[in-house]
């Protein structure tokens, strides 16, 4: 992200989801500051590439009292941000506003950030930013405010959970930031659930991280989908401690471009080079961290045979963007894997991985399965909402851009 004032990326501060978290519930705590903050960088945005908008989702995602045994729930994070994404999805589909990268003036790239905050407990009085890196990729509200800055805006809800975050943030930020009051904007607030203690929910089970977690996918046209699948991908991640000699990685599959010269609208398929750089891009807003924030280039990349290298967090996290030719990529050239990441669309494509590594005498991956992004809890539905799936798809911001095109 560039560092020059017009091209500075916003922030929107969302307070913990309601419980149970269900799809309506989070349309309405969420839905009227998404669309706010989404409106307003779409109507302020003279960018060539368009606004970028970092949503930062707070809540107590990690449990474990020492900073290197922290466990988190991924199914209930991975379905948040299917949820959250749909969300964001509709929004932009109502207001016609394209959600991928790099997609324009008046684009606004939304990224989904979890950081972990527990706003039962007092701010701590002599906190400073600091970045205190855990095994997980999330991190807390003070490292968040450490690492990434500086912004154009700061959203925040005009509720009492929204104004009681944000307080806690500006402590945080101190320092960091020169801020007018201009730059920080209240926007409608949903509303705020609160449920009783008694009827709370219990703990969710945690998940089990992983040294080598990989996924794969042509990652055109990167859009809130591809954002889902690589968020829930980087959350599985046990990051090591700083000076570790061997990172963790996230290996990357994007199709090559010669399986893609027969897609629909191919002339507009990005090249493999610019998918693979935008892939590492998205990656960069969830894994850097660096007290220059944005000042900071985000990854080295590193071309080696045909693929990308990207390390982040003082190179304790890896980032292995591959060049795949056919549906099974380095899963089945490479033995030593842990996890593999799949959608619903590719569920039968990681049944098959697994075939072939069983064939193979190796071990079979663990499969993390994500969500899709749908209407399920959709109030405010329309002809755009309930085509909102279609619209977001590679192929059809593709065929965007053609019949743009045809209209010059």
């Not at 960018?47 to 970092?54: P, Y």
């Not at 855990?134 to 959970?161: M, R």
């Not at 071990?363 to 977001?392: N, W």
Request: glycine share 6%.
């Amino acid at each position: 992200m560039s560092p020059h004032a017009s091209h500075l990326p916003s922030l929107l501060l969302l307070p913990p989801p309601p419980h149970p978290a269900t799809r309506l519930a989070l349309n309405t705590a969420y839905e009227p500051p998404l669309k706010a903050a989404i409106s307003k960088l779409r109507d302020d945005s003279t960018q060539e590439d368009g606004s970028v908008l970092i949503v930062a989702l707070t809540s107590p995602f990690l449990t474990g009292s020492l900073v290197r045994q922290k466990t988190l729930p991924w199914p209930f994070a991975q379905s948040v941000l299917a949820d959250l994404y749909s969300i964001i999805s509709v929004i932009c589909a109502q207001l016609s506003i394209p959600t991928d990268i790099h997609a324009g003036p008046g684009s606004v790239d939304v990224r989904l950030v979890l950081v972990h905050h527990d706003p039962s407990k007092p701010d701590p009085t002599d906190s400073k930013p600091a970045i205190e890196p855990n095994n997980t990729t999330i991190v807390d509200l003070a490292t968040f405010a450490a690492a990434y800055h500086p912004w154009k805006y700061i959203f925040h809800p005009s509720n009492e959970p929204g104004y009681k975050l944000l307080s806690s943030y500006l402590k945080l930020f101190e320092g960091v930031q020169s801020l007018r009051q201009s730059q920080i904007v209240v926007v409608e607030g949903g509303l705020a659930v609160s449920v009783e203690p008694s009827a709370s929910p219990g703990p969710s089970p945690q998940s089990s991280s992983h040294s080598i977690v990989c996924l794969g996918g042509t990652f055109d046209h990167l859009h809130p989908g591809h954002k889902l699948l690589l968020t829930a991908a980087a959350l599985l991640l046990r990051v090591p401690e700083n000076g570790t000699s061997t990172p963790c990685q996230l290996v990357i599959g994007i199709t090559g471009d010669e399986l893609l010269k027969r897609k629909k609208y191919a002339e507009f398929v990005q090249s493999w080079n610019e998918r693979a750089r935008n892939t590492v891009e998205f990656l960069s807003s969830i894994l850097e961290l660096s007290k220059d924030g944005w000042k900071r280039d985000h990854a080295i990349l590193i071309d080696k045979d045909d693929d990308f290298v990207a390390h982040f967090r003082d190179g304790t996290i890896q980032v292995h963007c591959v060049c795949i030719q056919d549906a099974y990529g380095p899963t089945i050239t490479t033995e030593d894997m842990d996890a593999l990441v799949v959608s619903a669309e590719t569920r039968g494509g990681g049944a098959a991985v697994n075939d072939r590594r069983r064939e193979q005498g190796w071990r079979q991956l663990e499969t993390f399965e994500v969500d899709v992004l749908d209407t399920e809890g959709i109030v405010h539905k329309s002809s755009e909402t309930q085509d909102f799936a279609s619209k977001i798809s590679s192929t059809a911001i593709r065929k965007l851009k053609a019949e743009s095109r045809s209209r010059i």
